[in-house]
């Protein structure tokens, strides 16, 4: 259930990803040519959506609870964005007019979702990420105990080892209880 719920979040998280930053780069451009200054608050709004968009998938890249297809199927779509962007650019046209399109738009076209999608892509091939390792059920009292102690200490051949009999380093005062 994990891994369909992943899916569909990566499939929402593609589109945020490259409406934010499509949205992000017309601000950015003219940030840049009006530095200087102090920035202002939209300068400041625009610098704050790109770091929610960097946070966002850190987040779904490293959480070693969540199923790999969720930045995977992300990477995924942003690979094909990128390839119609490329390839068949007429189609981009049918896409309907949402904040952000134009410079998605822009960024697809020069292939700028690449090397960000193939990092997204990458926990799809660890192997750790499928498995859920850390769903285990906890430690039961006998499993615990069974690895305790040594197979020689439980059949009485050796003496527990006491802190008053244990190596002391030196100049270390000894207790006499």
Request: charged share 20%; aromatic share 6%; no cysteine.
């Amino acid at each position: 259930m994990r891994h369909f719920i992943g899916f569909l979040v990566g499939l929402m998280l593609a589109p945020v990803v490259i409406l934010a930053t499509g949205w992000v780069l017309p601000r950015l451009a003219r940030a840049a040519e009006d530095a200087g200054g102090i920035p202002t608050t939209g300068e400041l709004l625009t610098l704050g959506v790109l770091g929610g968009v960097a946070l966002l998938l850190g987040v779904a890249l490293v959480t070693p609870r969540l199923t790999p297809l969720v930045p995977g199927i992300a990477g995924l779509t942003l690979i094909g964005a990128t390839t119609v962007a490329m390839l068949r650019p007429d189609l981009l046209d049918l896409l309907p007019s949402v904040p952000g399109r134009e410079g998605a738009l822009t960024l697809a076209s020069l292939g700028l979702y690449l090397p960000l999608s193939l990092v997204l892509v990458m926990p799809l091939f660890v192997g750790a990420r499928w498995t859920g390792k850390g769903r285990r059920d906890p430690v039961t009292e006998e499993e615990y105990f069974d690895g305790l102690y040594d197979e020689d200490y439980e059949d009485g051949d050796r003496a527990p080892r006491h802190a008053a009999t244990a190596p002391q380093p030196r100049g270390a005062a000894v207790r006499a209880d």
